[in-house]
């Protein structure tokens, strides 16, 4: 199959690399052959963090602090950021900022609360009941990443679901900060305080994720092992969740973020460029994807980049994401071959600009979040939309959903039955046993029914 890149005319059309399919006989192959994902080498970074997650199991605190010191270059006053200090990063907040954090949370909590799950008994036969209970995780660790960005947002993205769902013990560790004393980002530390979070640790990275798997010992109080840690971070976190998975249970492993805006002659050239560098600002190995039928938006959305990017405070991490092989433009026959490139490349966040986006939104299978039509951008999702902005990743869309309240439940069946519901069943389990030749097991229901 044949693919044909189209190279930029002129210097202002230079930012993102063009992709044919008008010709190809796309979906027989995989997009991942056309638009590789940035590389990200979880297996050699899992190499790396062993030894971290192997001496804080073994030396506990002082490891945690040595590395946090090796690696972020700050070692904190203490792990676990006093109650003083998360109070005073609140009072000093910003008072948009503030303002704009309660909305969040207020309209993150609406759509939450939709989610709890209720208690439901199913009769199987008479005599015999199922019922499935929603038991919330007894302590979680929730991960704020603090590298090129500050995220006070993802606080909100980790928590609120999390006190839906009725978790009991919640600890919010996020990375010290050189230019705030060791302690996290003000900004989060506030975040925290107003979500009634008061267990914060300055702790980033892998000796993140191994203090809240393994526990350490601290003055005063101590950090207790968590059941599951949730949220995003880097290649180092994420290798550390997977390296961990077993000893806690993980949301899922991150990796670099990603936009897929499907369009049609009807966008706006310029709404588009603006949503692809939104993403790109993230990191250089974010995946800005446009999937378009008109090769004269293809040319305008190429124009507004070139412009806009010279424009932007971080151009220099934009542009190496726009330039990477995991960005580009996608020219496609029409909106149906358009569907078949979004559902094989499975976006974390995919907007739809197309005419009858809802229908056309609905029609869509795999995607983290889908974003419909000019005035619902990533950005609002990013922040105050109401839905969770921690999503699958690098295709996992297919298989896994975003972070939500049944993260952090677990299904539990209850079962009863009579004994005449036991005797009238029992010569189906005592067949079943004979066939997987496990005997004992219809013996457990003889000695009951006399069969």
Known sequence: MEYWWTPAKTKLMSMIRRIDL???????????QVIPRATTNVADATKTVTPILEDIALNGAEAVARWSLTLDGVEPPSLRVPSSELEKAAASLDSAVREALLESIRRARIVHEDQVRGETVTQVVE???ITERWIPVDRVGLYVPGGQAVYPSSVVMNVVPAQIAGVGSIAVVSPPQKDFGGWPHPVIMAAAHLLGVKEVYAVGGAQAVAMLAYGVTLPGENCRPVDLVTGPGNIYVTAA???????????????????LILADSTADPIHVAADLISQAEHDELAAAVLVTDSVELADKVEVALGERVQQAKHSQRIEASLRGVQSA?????????????????????LEIHVENAREVARRVTHAGAIFVGTYAPVSLGDYCAGSNHVLPTAGSAKHSSGLSVQTFLRGIHIIEYSQQALAEVAPHVLALSGAEDLPAHGQAISVRTHT
């Open 241 to 259: 969740k997977r390296a961990l998975q077993g000893v806690i249970g993980i949301d899922s492993e991150a990796g670099p973020t990603e936009i």
């Open 22 to 32: 008008r010709t190809g006989t796309f979906p027989d192959a995989s997009l991942e």
């Open 127 to 129: 005599g015999g009941t």
């Open 329 to 349: 433009i996608v020219l496609v026959r029409d909106l149906e071959q358009g569907l078949a490139v979004v559902d094989d490349y499975a976006a974390e966040h």
